[in-house]
């Protein structure tokens, strides 16, 4: 695990923030099925392997990190030797004592060292200190990365929304409760 500073976000780390490539491979989409039957609705996900590797792209503008900086309440970047290396964008949901993520981005030659992680333990971390009670954390049904980085850190499948997204993908969400 590299050695990481974790700090809350400043507006000068804001270019380095923009220019992390949100975008990702995956060979793996949770597929969503949902069949009603009379007054039942069943919804079931389950693991698809693709035909083919996938790259992806975040279904938000690319203007939504800068709105969300507007709006910060906690925006935490980890950096190695002063280079910003990802960051995490928590908001506070409807749900009373939730936090939210929406954003959280890794530079992609760092990815899988553990940079994600760190930035999660901060997030919870910070959470707990303003009484938050619940973490969220969202992304698409087709970020089968992000899914396994959920499960890995110990949140657990809870939801997901329909067309959430502005290209009309299905958000997952996978949350964790504090203690």
Same mark, same amino acid.
């Given at each position: 695990?590299?050695?990481?500073?974790?700090?809350? %976000?400043?507006?000068?780390? *804001?270019?380095?923030?923009? %220019?992390?490539?949100?975008?990702?491979?995956? =060979?793996?989409?949770?597929?969503?099925?949902?069949?009603?039957?009379?007054?039942?609705?069943?919804?079931?996900?389950? &693991?698809?392997?693709?035909?083919?590797?996938?790259?992806?792209?975040?279904?938000? =503008?690319?203007? /939504?990190?800068?709105? %969300?900086?507007?709006?910060?309440?906690?925006?935490?970047?980890?950096?190695?030797?002063?280079?910003?290396?990802?960051?995490? /964008?928590?908001?506070?949901? $409807?749900?009373?004592?939730?936090?939210?993520? %929406?954003?959280?981005?890794?530079? +992609?030659?760092?990815?899988?060292?553990?940079?994600?992680?760190?930035?999660?333990?901060?997030?919870?971390?910070? $959470?707990?200190? &303003? &009484?938050? +009670?619940? *973490?969220?954390?969202?992304?698409?049904?087709?970020?089968?990365? $992000?899914?396994?980085?959920?499960?890995?850190?110990?949140?657990?499948?809870?939801?997901?929304?329909?067309?959430?997204?502005?290209?009309? =993908?299905? $958000? *997952?969400?996978?949350?964790?409760?504090?203690?």
């Amino acid at each position: 695990m590299p050695q990481l500073n974790v700090r809350p %976000a400043q507006s000068a780390d *804001l270019p380095a923030i923009l %220019a992390i490539d949100p975008t990702y491979s995956t =060979d793996y989409v949770w597929q969503m099925e949902a069949r009603e039957e009379g007054p039942t609705t069943q919804v079931t996900f389950r &693991n698809v392997r693709l035909p083919r590797s996938v790259r992806v792209s975040l279904p938000r =503008d690319p203007q /939504h990190l800068q709105e %969300a900086w507007s709006q910060r309440v906690c925006f935490l970047v980890a950096e190695e030797g002063g280079q910003v290396q990802g960051y995490l /964008h928590l908001t506070l949901a $409807a749900v009373p004592a939730t936090g939210w993520i %929406a954003d959280l981005g890794v530079v +992609q030659r760092v990815r899988r060292t553990g940079v994600g992680t760190v930035l999660l333990a901060s997030a919870v971390q910070w $959470a707990r200190a &303003n &009484n938050l +009670q619940r *973490l969220v954390l969202e992304m698409q049904s087709k970020n089968y990365p $992000a899914i396994c980085f959920a499960q890995k850190n110990g949140l657990t499948f809870c939801g997901y929304n329909d067309r959430y997204y502005p290209n009309q =993908d299905v $958000a *997952l969400y996978f949350a964790a409760t504090l203690k």
